[in-house]
């Protein structure tokens, strides 16, 4: 099992190292195949959300993202990137909700709640963050 492991941090790393690179096509297709052998892999739903994200796909990046939210209710990265793609989708109704969301479903997170009440307000003033 801790083979199995170290093999899937290797692989994510390899993804994050796509991303680094901004070899966002290269990621996508990576991220696919090891969703396609491993397709309860948050972390990697993250990060096949952050490349169709970074290539204006945002009703695919808010899938995975989505994705990655339901296998992983906790994870903070997720909840942000959701509600800044939904803003960026000019849809923030949707974005206020995702917020609401993941302030419910972690009501002692305190970075989501600094989210929550910070993150759609700083979006209207200053525009897209990326």
Known sequence: MELETLKLDKQLL???DFLIQKKNSKAIKFLKKLLEEDPANEEAWLLLGIAKRRI???LDAID???AAIELKPSLLEPWGLLTITHMDNNDFIEAEATMERAARLNP???KIRFYKENLI???K???PFF
Do not use: L, S, T
């Open 64 to 66: 995975c993202f989505k």
């Open 56 to 58: 204006g796909v945002y």
């Open 121 to 123: 307000r700083i979006y």
């Open 14 to 16: 390899r993804a994050n």
């Open 125 to 127: 003033k200053f525009g």
């Open 108 to 110: 002692n997170d305190e």
